[in-house]
């Protein structure tokens, strides 16, 4: 039996922006401040533990600065697809995605002038969360179901 590609999953692919925007508020507002490597080692006093056990302050501090430049290199890729959509859904997914504790509500009550409907309001989002999910290649999909199979 083949599995085909019928439509988009909306709730998934909700869930998947959802959480790309989680990480980006993360990293956005985290302190992104890359380290130097200690010259001098630090005293640290191995009490009952293990003795055999050999600090690379150089690796540990690499390993850092690799997990910051790839939180910055996300940040950037996303404000930069953000910077490509229409206006009110740039101004929507700025709004209540890229700021924290703004609800739906807000946003289409208070920050479009004039204020919008619910039902309007959705189909911007849609729009927007759709066109943020192909460029950054996260939309999901529902498979195809057979016509056989089908109540």
């Not at 910051?68 to 859904?89: F, G, N």
Request: aromatic share 10%.
């Amino acid at each position: 039996m083949l599995v085909t590609i019928d439509e988009i999953d909306k709730t998934a692919t909700f869930r998947a922006v959802e959480r790309a925007f989680e990480e980006y508020r993360l990293y956005r507002f985290a302190e992104i401040v890359e380290k130097e490597p200690a010259i001098v080692q630090s005293y640290e006093p191995r009490l009952h533990g293990s003795t055999n056990v050999t600090s690379d302050p150089t690796a540990n501090t690499a390993m850092k600065n690799a997990h910051t430049s790839e939180m910055i290199k996300k940040c950037k890729r996303i404000e930069a697809v953000v910077s490509q959509l229409h206006p009110m859904e740039k101004m929507l997914i700025e709004h209540r995605y890229m700021k924290e504790y703004v609800k739906d509500y807000q946003v289409y009550s208070f920050v479009f002038e004039p204020p919008i409907g619910e039902k309007m309001y959705r189909k911007i989002r849609w729009n927007a969360v759709r066109r943020v999910a192909t460029a950054l290649g996260i939309l999901k999909f529902r498979p195809k179901k057979d016509g056989k199979n089908a109540d």
